[in-house]
């Protein structure tokens, strides 16, 4: 069981925005940097946002990161059918001896 | 471009021990800005860090696998490798090896993935 938790699904029309929210707590997101994966079916994880809101070369602008205190939220815009995908949430845990942690998981569906 | 490979049984028997070898291509695994890692994936289910080692071979672990897991490095030929002990079907996963960057701070290259199954 995680320790960020982040909605099941979301689901937009295309061209649409959605938003994934990742909850976590002072001993992780709170004093932690967040990061972002996008992961299609059958395929490896990739990273989409790094440092909270940064993008690696190649990442389209319409995917963005923000975070809050103790939450983290992925934008995604412009919504296209390629986007549906599983997306997680991560950082570090203080409390678990500075252990790597993910988010439950959302899966992202274009209507 | 930066790769990285699985390998392994796909197959291993409950209280038998897991082994994968991650091969890393196109970089140096004794780079100080990085640490190399296990994740897996049940099938279904979300992403779950095992644990990580940098090139000096120091070593972190998740708290919730560590009694069973480790983690070693061998530079001379550019690969990390994973052992799990006492394995049951719980721990039928894809296991991916992947790079964290002290930069990034976070995963940024992945491998493809190998799906272990725990099953006599």
């Known amino acids: 069981q995680s320790v960020l938790t982040q909605p099941p699904s979301v689901s937009a029309a295309p061209g649409q925005r959605v938003t994934i929210s990742c909850s976590g707590s002072?001993?992780?997101?709170?004093?932690?940097?967040v990061s972002w994966y996008q992961q299609l079916p059958g395929t490896a994880p990739k990273l989409l946002i790094y440092?909270?809101?940064k993008r690696p070369s190649g990442i389209p602008d319409r995917f963005s990161g923000s975070k809050s205190d103790t939450s983290a939220t992925l934008a995604i815009t412009g919504l296209q059918t390629g986007d549906e995908a599983d997306y997680y949430c991560?950082?570090?845990?203080?409390?678990?001896?500075?252990?790597?942690?993910f988010g439950t998981g959302t899966k992202v569906s274009v209507l | 471009q930066l790769l990285l490979q699985e390998s392994g049984p796909r197959l291993v028997k409950p209280s038998e021990t897991l082994s994968l070898t991650c091969t890393v291509s196109?970089?140096?695994?004794?780079?100080?800005?990085?640490?190399w890692a296990w994740i897996r994936q049940p099938p279904g289910k979300g992403l779950e860090w095992i644990g990580s080692?940098?090139?000096?071979?120091?070593?972190s672990y998740n708290p919730s696998l560590e009694s069973r897991v480790t983690i070693s490095v061998d530079t001379s030929k550019n690969q990390f490798s994973l052992k799990l002990t006492s394995v049951t079907a719980a721990d039928t996963a894809v296991y991916h090896c992947?790079?964290?960057?002290?930069?990034?701070?976070?995963?940024?290259?992945w491998g493809q993935g190998t799906l272990v199954t725990v099953s006599s």
């Open positions: 992947a790079r964290f960057g002290r930069g990034r701070w976070s995963f940024d290259y």
């Open positions: 196109g970089g140096s695994i004794s780079s100080s800005r990085y640490y």
């Open positions: 080692i940098y090139y000096s071979g120091s070593t």
């Open positions: 002072s001993s992780n997101i709170g004093n932690n940097y």
């Open positions: 440092e909270n809101d």
């Open positions: 991560g950082t570090w845990d203080i409390s678990l001896s500075a252990g790597r942690v």
